[in-house]
């Protein structure tokens, strides 16, 4: 498509341009080139969880501005250590490791692969610790595969154990060094929030999107499961139409690259951001996020459903290592989940299928008790295979990619539902 293509020095590949030969043919720069603040330093491109990617354009001051109010905000001092697994191009690895290691001289670690991600973290032993919900989620179900969940919770309650136990977990995890965690890109469920810091893990939950850098943050000491935080200096924050989350602060993109339509409908004429966030706002400032006002639906009986809110509920189970809620245009909405590793091998014979379908008509009553009438799940949908970053169903930070998987279920939603069964399998009859 005639981009350049270069290949790094360990690298090989045909139709790419080598760092050597570019090395060779050309001479550095004699003098550093003048740059103001307003100048355009980066375009980052957006996840595309729900349409195309779009270009975002930010300045040399929105990134000073956040990184250094960032650290000002949390506290953190020179010699941290971190490791660097997300994109090299996401907003997060951007900020809170390129920028972080600018001001702070951060040793930057990098990771071998997913198969060697624990390992590398022993090895980089973390001061700081930047993760998404999944992975957290990962690694708690590790830990219960080893130590079930009840036994654990009574090692906690023994006083001469549990802190030794908390320690011995947190290294094994390679976190016992951790001094300060966030956790972003989508809710993190309060009770693993809990979790982890009753074993003495110093997280928090923050927000920002690629138009707008880290905004929210919880000050130390102010950390509240289910909330991000308040804004940090520099930020205002209001709610709009819909309580949709509106952003201003001198973090805000210049606009979408090589698309005006979408920067003119980004910004009102005050100057704020539509972040497309359903929130709360609390008394205090603190945020919390409900969803995405995109990944809302309309169900043929003309009610909207939030879906994040409810795959929060099913994610809770062991049982279920995925789950995605559909259903616009149907008369309720139902859940396709992907079982866990241990679920799977259960349901490998009938006798053990049946067990975990026995499991999930459960979770699926369960759940249904805390919803609003028109929010209720009319069946649970257990998908084949596993949603991935290789298969296309998950982003690189393990964001669920809804609009492949509903062109994959959806077409089968009015058998299932003509089935009046509380729990289906993709592939079987």
């Known amino acids: ?29 004699s003098e550093s080139p003048p740059r103001s603040v307003s100048d355009l330093a980066t375009i980052i491109y957006t996840s595309g969880t729900t349409g195309m ?58 990771t071998e692969g997913v198969e060697r991600f624990v390992a590398d973290l022993q090895r980089a032993r973390p001061t700081i610790f930047l993760s998404v919900p999944r992975l957290l989620e990962k690694f708690q179900q590790n830990v219960f595969a080893r130590i079930p969940e009840r036994r654990l919770a009574l090692l906690f309650r ?62 130390p000491g102010t950390v509240r499961p289910g909330w991000v935080g308040a804004a940090i200096p520099g930020v205002e924050a209001r709610l709009g139409e819909h309580s949709e989350l509106q952003i201003k602060s001198p973090m805000n993109l210049l606009g979408y690259y090589k698309n005006p339509q979408a920067t003119e409908d980004a910004f009102l004429a005050d100057g704020f951001f539509h972040t497309g966030d359903v929130c709360e706002i609390a008394p205090d400032g603190q945020l919390k996020i409900i969803g995405r006002l995109k990944e809302q639906f309309k169900t043929s009986k003309g009610k909207f459903v939030a879906p994040a809110p409810i795959e ?62 028109h929010e209720r799940l009319a069946f649970i949908a257990v998908g084949d295979g596993a949603w991935n970053i290789a298969n296309g169903f998950m982003t690189p930070t393990l964001k669920l990619k809804r609009a492949l998987i509903e062109a994959r279920y959806m077409p089968r939603a009015e058998d299932w539902e003509g089935r009046h069964r509380p729990v289906v399998w993709e592939g079987v009859e």
């Open 312 to 373: 929060g509920k099913l994610a809770a189970h062991s049982e279920i290592e995925g789950c995605c809620v559909i259903g616009a245009g149907l008369s309720s909405p139902f859940a396709v989940v992907i079982l866990s590793e241990e679920a799977q091998a259960h349901a490998r014979d009938s006798a053990g299928r049946a067990g975990v379908e026995k499991s999930l008509a459960a979770i699926l009553e369960e759940t249904n008790r805390q919803l609003d009438h």
């Open 53 to 110: 990617p779009k270009g975002v354009r930010h300045t040399f001051g929105a990134f000073t501005y956040n990184g250094k109010a960032l650290l000002k905000y949390i506290g953190l001092g020179p010699e941290q250590r971190v490791l660097s697994y997300l994109p090299l191009a996401h907003i997060v690895e951007r900020m809170g490791v390129e920028m972080f290691s600018l001001y702070l001289g951060t040793a930057i670690y990098f």
């Open 158 to 219: 023994i006083p001469v154990v549990s802190g030794l136990v908390k320690r011995r977990i947190l290294a094994a995890l390679g976190l016992s060094s951790v001094q300060f965690a966030a956790c972003g890109a989508a809710p993190l469920r309060p009770e693993v929030l809990r979790w982890y810091r009753n074993l003495g893990l110093n997280l928090a939950e923050g927000y920002g999107m690629t138009e707008t850098l880290v905004t929210h943050l919880p000050a």
């Open 1 to 29: 498509a005639g981009i350049l293509t270069i290949s790094l020095p360990t690298a090989t590949g045909q139709g790419t341009v080598s760092w050597d030969g570019i090395a060779a043919r050309t001479t550095p720069l």
